[in-house]
């Protein structure tokens, strides 16, 4: 059943080439914001005496009660599209009179206003599962503040950091994609509707009232480009493809970190599976889940691109193919985001492993610096330490089991508080910069963040 379908008399109806042209199946997921600006186009139409107020509320309770089918599961395969299937079941409803609704309005105007609106819905509930997970990480900080790990570059290691200065580095990937998808909804909070199919409407349309009664911010103001534009879209996909890749690169961090070789965090047994034939193990499938699950928003991103490129001005029945990427990358995100809070709730540092295995050449940027103090130039000091690290390895003994006199063949700059220099918690807590690993550094990081959540 079609809103269109005099045009084209007794035509056949090839049902292959109807299913092709049909976008219930895509869209349908979006009826409340079609009812909900159905709503407030009837109002406007009323205003603008259009509709009489009998009319008015005849259409408001038709519209309640089309709403009310649709939720209870009513089949909607005999509607082109869901713009087409409400107006129609309002004529069911309410008889011809459901058909004044449709004065003066295009689909191609409603499909642009019902997508911000649902992004608009939906984005702060992504915004606040991200919260979540930053809160999360916070309370572990907090809990595991006294724990010492190294950290690495080139998956080598390289200097030690607390605990909870790693675990807070995942704290501002996901403060940044918060802040990128507020921008991006202060950037789609525009309303398309009075754009007509794509020149404006020639019955007059109070547009400010129809923006108050959506909740907009403001207006599109060009009637072409409001029914051309997806790129809201676009920059919705793009924020959180850029959540999914931190979240999946975060993902590796712990399958690779809780591995027996690595042995530096615990992940909890409720996210581990076993195998169906070696019953020894315990695997990350839920990590490596997340780690895979941003190839599938990539594709949607990609996916987008392609549907809009070369597209010519102004609206094209192209852009129908954009319902799946939408509703699919916000469905996704979500769910990626309940889940990675659970791992967060998880995560252990393996402290018995991490105090009975310190690594001392960890250490060897503290002894730079310590000759660095004493005046040595840093090239030099840079030198003098890489010497004595492959005179250490040459005697297959760690760095801090040298003694004094054999570090004083190098430099005559080493004195007996050299040892200092070899305890993790020395080098940390003599970092100096603001953002550092130092722990009142870190401790004002964690300040910082509660604070920055406060106020979100
Ligand atoms: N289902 C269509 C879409 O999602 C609505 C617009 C159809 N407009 C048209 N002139 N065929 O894009």
Known sequence: ??????RFGQRENLPVIES????IDQD???YEEEIEVSLAYSRALAQANYLSPQELALIETGLEKVKARIKKGEALDRFEDIH????????????EVGGKL????????????IERLYLKKKIPSIIDLIRKCQLSLIDQSEKYFDVVVPAFTHLRPAQYVLFSHYLMAYFWPLERAKSRLDEALRRLDK???????LAGSSIYLDREYLKKLLGFLSLTENSIDAVSDRSYLLEIAFDLSLLRLDLSRMAEDLIIFSTDEFGLIEISPEIQTSSSLMPQKKNPDILELLRASCGSIFGDVTNLFIILKGLPLSYNKDMQADKDPLKKMLAETEKVL???DLVIKGIKPAKRKLEKTIDYSLMATDLVDYLVQKGLPFRQA?????????????????????SLDQMKQFSPLFSADVDLIFDPWFSITNKKTAGSTHPDQVKKQIELARQLLKRD
């Open 1 to 6: 059943m079609k809103v269109w379908q005099k």
């Open 20 to 23: 092709f042209n049909a976008s």
């Open 28 to 30: 349908s997921f979006l």
């Open 84 to 95: 087409s299937a409400v107006e129609l079941m309002l004529v069911e409803e309410i008889g």
């Open 102 to 113: 449709a004065t003066g309005r295009s689909r191609n105007e409603q499909v642009a206003t």
């Open 191 to 197: 309303l398309p509707l009075g754009s007509g199919a």
């Open 338 to 340: 309940e889940v990675l």
């Open 382 to 402: 840079h030198r003098v330490v890489s010497e004595v690290i492959n005179y250490a390895e040459s005697k297959g003994e760690p760095l801090n089991c040298l």
